[in-house]
Structures are given as structure tokens and as C-alpha cells.
């Protein structure tokens, strides 16, 4: 079952376009963005399509996106275990498969608005550890890709788009936790950065992965060229 499953993988992630993805994927988020402002603003009234909401359109989107990333990512991880990667190169991609499956889960359960309640700490603080290890990973896997400058780019936009949207989100309550004035366009910036920032990353590992998975199968080939030369020549 587990080799089905990492053949899987592997044989959808060398069948994916990254450019075809971010395009129907920026497609994607342009509408639920889209509808979401509309909604904001007061244009339409959709509960389902509230950017700020809760188990609604915009929350599993961003939740579908992120578990694309997990999978791109655990992919990539499965190459690098066939190209012979050192342990770090290969722990940094599985520590960003699992921080995205946990992201994920998070968009659906809002587990981290849930640790606020409980904890009384803002969630952004309390999370500092986990920003943390994924800055730390990204750098990791930022470093194993030398010489991959698309994958590079790819990844270090995502992540700007991250951070960017989690400044937006810091910037949406004032110290009284109490919405500030311009409360709806800082959401819309937070959720389509959020969205964009996903897509980049996903699309950045299968870029890499897609790299990876091409020069192992180079790397096969021409082992099997000298094996074979060498046969004749033996004869």
C-alpha cells in the first residue's frame, strides 16, 4: 500500500505543470476572491462566500490549496529519498509537508483561533515556535535547491506572500482586539495573499521535484549506457 501510494505521488507530480497550476489556480482564488469582496463590501450578502468566515467557501478553498502544497511537498520528499539527498535537505521537505497538512487542517478547524480562546494569547504569539521551524525549513530547502533559480523564485514569493498576508491579518485589530478602519480591504489582502502565497509554494515543489525526478532518470540512463558499453567491449 505504501509503495502504491509513493508511486502515486510520484507519478502525479511528474504529470503536473507548475505553470498550468498557478494559472487555474490564480483563476480559482480570482473568482472566490472576487465574490468574497463582493461580499465584504456589502454588494451581495453570501454567508458561504465571507472571506472572514468560517467552514465556508473561502476557508475550504484555502484548505484544498494547502493540502495541494502538502502533497507537492511530501512528493519532492519521496524524490529526494530516490536522488540521495543528505538528511537535512530531505527532513526540511518533509518538516514543509507536514507544517502544510497541519495549515490545512487549520483553514477548515480553525484550530488556531480555538488555542487563542482557550490560552488567552494572541494566536500569532503564541505560534512563534512554529513560524520558527518554518522559517528555518524554508531556508533549508532554499539551500538544497542551488541551481534551481525557477524553484528558488517560486518558493521565496510564497513565502513573502505569507508573511505579508499574516502582516495584514496582524494589522486587522488594534491592542483592544477591536477592528480597525479599513477592517474588509485588510481581510481581502490577508485571504488573497494567503490564497497566491499557497500557489507559489505548491507550484515551487513540483518544480523541484519535477527536477529531481528528471535527473535521477538521467542518472539511470546513463549508468545503463556504461553498463552496457562496458558489456561489449567485455565481448
Given at each position: ?12 507530480l511528474?504529470?503536473?505543470?507548475p ?21 465584504t463590501f ?139 478602519a ?54
Amino acid at each position: 500500500m505504501l509503495r502504491y501510494v509513493r508511486w502515486l505521488r510520484l507519478q502525479t507530480l511528474d504529470k503536473v505543470s507548475p505553470r498550468r497550476y498557478v494559472l487555474i489556480g490564480g483563476a480559482i482564488v480570482a473568482v472566490v476572491a472576487g465574490l468574497g469582496a463582493l461580499d465584504t463590501f456589502g454588494v451581495i450578502s453570501v454567508k458561504a462566500l465571507d472571506l472572514d468566515g468560517e467552514k465556508n467557501v473561502p476557508a475550504f478553498t484555502s484548505g484544498f490549496l494547502l493540502l495541494g502544497a502538502a502533497f507537492a511537498a511530501g512528493a519532492f520528499w519521496l524524490a529526494t529519498g530516490i536522488d540521495g539527498r543528505s538528511r537535512w535537505e530531505r527532513g526540511a521537505a518533509l518538516v514543509m509537508a507536514a507544517l502544510f497538512l497541519y495549515m490545512s487542517a487549520d483553514e477548515v478547524g480553525q484550530l488556531h483561533e480555538k488555542a487563542e480562546r482557550i490560552t488567552g494569547i494572541d494566536w500569532q504569539t503564541l505560534f512563534l515556535p512554529v513560524f520558527a521551524v518554518a522559517a528555518v525549513a524554508t531556508v533549508l530547502v532554499l539551500r538544497s535547491w542551488r541551481g534551481q533559480p525557477v524553484a528558488r523564485a517560486l518558493l521565496i514569493a510564497g513565502a513573502v506572500a505569507w508573511v505579508m498576508a499574516q502582516i495584514g491579518e496582524h494589522l486587522e485589530y488594534d491592542s483592544h482586539d477591536v477592528e480597525v478602519a479599513g477592517f474588509q480591504y485588510l481581510v481581502l489582502f490577508e485571504e488573497t495573499f494567503e490564497m497566491v502565497g499557497t500557489l507559489l509554494l505548491t507550484a515551487a515543489f513540483i518544480q523541484a521535484g519535477q527536477r529531481t525526478l528528471h535527473r535521477v532518470a538521467d542518472r539511470r540512463t546513463t549508468l545503463r549506457v556504461t553498463s552496457a558499453g562496458s558489456r561489449l567491449r567485455a565481448q
